[in-house]
């Protein structure tokens, strides 16, 4: 059993920057691949970005590839998302989640979920 827990989202202007943190608890985080996700009100859950539990290889959606950066820190149990040049489309709740298999992290079917972070970016 592994729980996540979001921080660090909140208002921003845009072309302005944001860190999300994501502090994880339980056994084994070293053990799962590790990713990031958005929804907006009415739509889908849309990946982000990815890393794998040894953050030897990074996957980034086209949307934010190049103003995004993914890592996580294994000793601390904690993974984040640094966004940068942030755009109004980038608003919306972002969660993260954690999954043993890597292709079931990017397909959205992870074993674990976070409660979700606001990001609001104005215009």
């Given amino acids: 059993q592994v729980q996540l827990v979001e921080s660090g989202g909140g208002l921003v202007q845009a072309g302005g920057s944001l860190r999300l943190s994501c502090a994880a608890s339980g056994r084994g985080f070293n053990d799962y691949h590790m990713g990031w996700f958005r929804?907006?009100?009415?739509?889908?859950?849309?990946f982000v970005a990815a890393t794998t539990g040894s953050s030897s290889s990074t996957?980034?959606?086209?949307s934010v590839k190049g103003r995004f950066t993914i890592s996580r820190d294994n000793t601390k149990n904690t993974a984040y998302l640094q966004m940068n040049t942030l755009k109004p489309e980038d608003t919306a709740v972002y969660y993260c989640a954690v999954a043993g298999l890597w292709n079931r992290l990017i397909n959205g079917r992870a074993d674990y979920w976070g409660q979700g972070t606001q990001v609001t970016v104005s215009s």
Avoid: F, L, S, T
Wanted: no cysteine.
């Fill in 59 to 62: 996957y980034y959606a086209d």
């Fill in 39 to 46: 929804q907006i009100p009415g739509k889908e859950r849309e």
